[in-house]
């Protein structure tokens, strides 16, 4: 199992001190995490893609480039990239060179975004959404799976003999996971490729969440993939940790408080009751994430969001030495003691290569083996 952080890339006043950081000095604080995920034992880093105040991760490929050089095996994900404003040609080509520039440490989570004005400025209509992600998603897939590509659709222009360069590291595209937080037919769509589902989990309570894992499980093993426990998936959460519970709640209440997303609404109380926001101690954090597993099953990737909401980098950075220093080895050690025989370890590109080397040996044995058995009985129609 994989743990990581994810950022949505913020830039949000401090409550406490009414300080806003500049554009600079918030993607300067986000590189500093990346690496620190490393440096404290993490597994994974993912970047938003946002193309409107107050956020800054405009491109992400761009930011996990420079991540890549830096760290040495910490997987760079994104944990959105709007597969319905970019062009899949450019996300083809993006991603396929950033596979190469990190040696493989790359995968990427596609989603269609929420926020209404970002479509026209792409000259898209989020009326479309689905629609978009849907055709967007299947060139996507063509262009890194075949290496010429004609096709025709209705959001972009046709592609006539197309081969997107560079070509997919190992021949192995970046493994994809489909985020979500409450669309059924994105769910429906992963299980139809047999990718990875990645549901939020930060917003709504842990019904909807079995709901929509429910549903990405059931459709995945209907299209032949597996069975449901075979399916990929990750999860999201939000934590706040100090020693002391209390110290924990006393300090991150008034970045609640005036949270762009969720401030000014329910209570930190109501919220920590009905969504798996978890402020506490580290053995606090410990037991509510093991409980995700009692309504999403055994699951692969869990991704934690810690540094939003005008949080400062120094307490971030607090927050992530406790993550990997008192959370997480032992969130492995439990993880691993209750999965059952047959759940797939998280998908990396090593194991993909080998997988992949493994079905085209088999291809070709079987192919060997259908020729022999031919000439077999030709010999024995002769004879």
């Given amino acids: 199992m994989q743990f990581g952080i994810f950022t949505v890339g913020d830039v949000t006043p401090d409550p406490t001190n009414g300080r806003v950081p500049s554009e600079h000095e918030r993607i300067k604080a986000m590189l500093a995490i990346a690496q620190k995920a490393e440096e404290v034992g993490l597994d994974v880093f993912a ?209 609640f408080d005036n949270a762009p997303v969720y401030g000014h609404g329910p209570s930190l109380e109501e919220f920590t009751s009905q969504t798996p926001l978890t402020v506490g101690s580290p053995q606090q954090v410990i037991e509510r994430t093991l409980s995700f597993r009692d309504y999403a099953g055994d699951y692969q990737r869990q991704l934690f969001l810690m540094d939003h909401a005008g949080l400062p980098l120094k307490t971030v950075l607090e927050q992530l030495d406790l993550l990997g220093e008192e959370v997480v080895p032992v969130l492995r050690k439990e993880f691993a003691s209750l999965r059952p025989a047959g759940v797939p370890d998280a998908p990396t590109h090593s194991a993909r290569v080998a997988a992949a080397h493994d079905k085209a040996q088999g291809k070709a044995q079987g192919k060997a083996q259908g020729k022999a058995l031919n000439k077999a009985q030709e010999q024995e129609v002769r004879a």
């Fill in 47 to 255: 970047t938003g893609e946002h193309h409107n105040r107050p956020f800054v991760p405009s491109s992400p490929t761009t930011m996990l480039g420079y991540v890549a050089a830096r760290t040495e095996k910490l997987v760079l994900s994104t944990s959105t990239t709007l597969i319905t404003t970019n062009d899949p040609v450019k996300i083809a080509e993006d991603f396929a060179m950033l596979q190469h520039v990190a040696d493989g440490r790359v995968d990427l989570m596609m989603g269609r975004g929420n926020t209404g004005p970002v479509y026209p400025w792409f000259g898209k209509d989020i009326r479309d959404g689905i629609d978009l992600a849907i055709e967007n998603y299947a060139l996507l897939r063509r262009l890194w799976d075949e290496d010429v590509v004609t096709w025709k659709g209705k959001f972009r222009t046709p592609l006539q003999s197309f081969t997107s360069t560079p070509r997919p590291l190992d021949g192995v595209a970046p493994f994809v996971w489909h985020g979500s937080i409450r669309s059924p037919e994105i769910a429906e769509q992963a299980a139809y490729y047999g990718d990875g589902f990645f549901h939020n989990n930060i917003f709504w309570p842990a019904s909807h969440t079995e709901q929509m894992v429910n549903l990405y499980r059931q459709r995945y093993a209907h299209y032949g993939h597996g069975t449901p426990e075979q399916a990929i998936v990750g999860l999201g959460g939000q934590v706040f940790m100090r020693k002391n519970s209390q110290d924990a709640v006393r300090e991150f209440r008034p970045y």
